[in-house]
């Protein structure tokens, strides 16, 4: 019965599985860390360009 349990924990691969989805999630979660930092300048620029044009809009409007 020993036997038979320390065999079945030796070709037992759940563990290794678990294992592989971890290290998929982390490179997952790093990538788009990655991404959002380097898409994070670029949004800003824009928003900052679109608030000016609405600011000198509604600048123009109330004249």
């Not at 294992?19 to 898409?39: D, H, K, N, P, W």
């Not at 670029?42 to 123009?60: E, P």
Request: proline residues 0%.
């Amino acid at each position: 019965m020993l036997k038979t349990t320390i065999q079945n924990f030796i070709h037992d691969e759940s563990g290794a599985t678990a294992i592989e989805y971890g290290l998929i999630a982390a490179l997952v979660s790093v990538a788009a860390i990655v991404a959002l930092q380097t898409l994070g300048g670029s949004l800003s620029s824009i928003f900052s360009v679109v608030s000016s044009n609405l600011a000198s809009a509604a600048a123009k409007a109330k004249q």
